[in-house]
């Protein structure tokens, strides 16, 4: 059984990532590595290791893997940097952050993806993590500043946050900016008060709700509840 997940994990490697120009050693060892099929629910778990985006509850989705390794892949992570994930879903991506930096604070909006990412990432032994729950547009200024940022959901625009919560020194931000229906992945690299801006791969995420993302109809977030970030 183990086996079996773990030759499709390789085929992944090889016929989604290295063909597509992802070519850092350790981000795809890491994706060889982390059992994908444990972070979504039972009923797609035949698909974990396909070319898609899957649903994870909540109306959210896991990413395609393909982006999970070129959002991180644009991070340029050594081993030595804390990381700010917005967005935790699944857990995923966050534990794919986990093999590849010091420590990894992750943010998510709704209680119950964060609560079943932290069973997954605990039942896996991941320790360099901290979950919390809140509006991750505003980020999570107590831990700031942060080498990277990772915003796993669709923003209208930079949020004003992340952006001052970004270390000064060459911190990297990457997130898709755009419209809900679709996006371009941005990465912002941080010296002193100048922010540099690039434009790459055009995508499609979910809304980034909150006080700095899209305002849905159906985006209950109350201002109180967003100023408190909980952690799980
Ligand atoms: N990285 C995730 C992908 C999750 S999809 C994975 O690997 O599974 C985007 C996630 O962003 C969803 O879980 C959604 O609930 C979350 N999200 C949207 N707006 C948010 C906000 N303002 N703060 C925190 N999380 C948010």
Redesign the pocket.
């Known amino acids: 059984m183990g086996d079996k997940w773990k030759l499709s994990r390789s085929r992944m490697v090889a016929t989604q990532l290295a063909v597509r120009g992802i070519h850092d050693q350790r981000l795809l060892a890491a994706m060889r590595h982390i059992p994908r099929h444990q ?1 979504v629910p039972r009923e797609v778990q035949h698909l974990a290791y396909t070319d898609q985006p899957l649903p ?1 509850g ?1 109306n ?4 395609q893997p393909y982006i ?1 390794a070129l959002m991180t892949q644009m991070l340029h992570l050594k081993g030595d940097e804390h990381v700010l ?10 534990a ?1 952050l986990c093999q590849l930096a010091a420590r990894v604070y992750t ?4 209680p119950r ?1 964060a609560g079943r ?1 932290a069973r997954v990432l605990d039942q896996l032994g991941v320790e360099n993590v901290e979950i919390h729950v ?5 980020g999570l200024p107590d831990m700031a500043p942060y080498d990277a940022i ?4 669709a923003a209208p625009a930079l949020p004003g946050p992340l952006r001052s919560q970004l270390d000064p020194n060459g911190g990297r931000l990457v997130i898709p900016v755009g419209s809900q229906q679709d996006q371009y992945l941005e990465r912002v690299i941080r010296w002193d008060n100048t922010w540099k801006i690039e434009q790459t791969e055009r995508v499609r ?9 899209f305002q849905l109809p159906s985006n209950v ?1 109350s201002s109180d509840q967003n100023d408190q970030s909980a952690e799980v």
């Open positions: 972070f994870i909540e959210q989705t896991i990413s999970v994930e917005i967005g935790t879903g699944s857990g995923y991506q966050t794919i943010l998510e909006y709704y993806l990412a809140g509006d991750g547009s505003q990772l915003v796993t959901a995420f979910v809304p980034l709700v909150g006080r700095f993302g977030c």
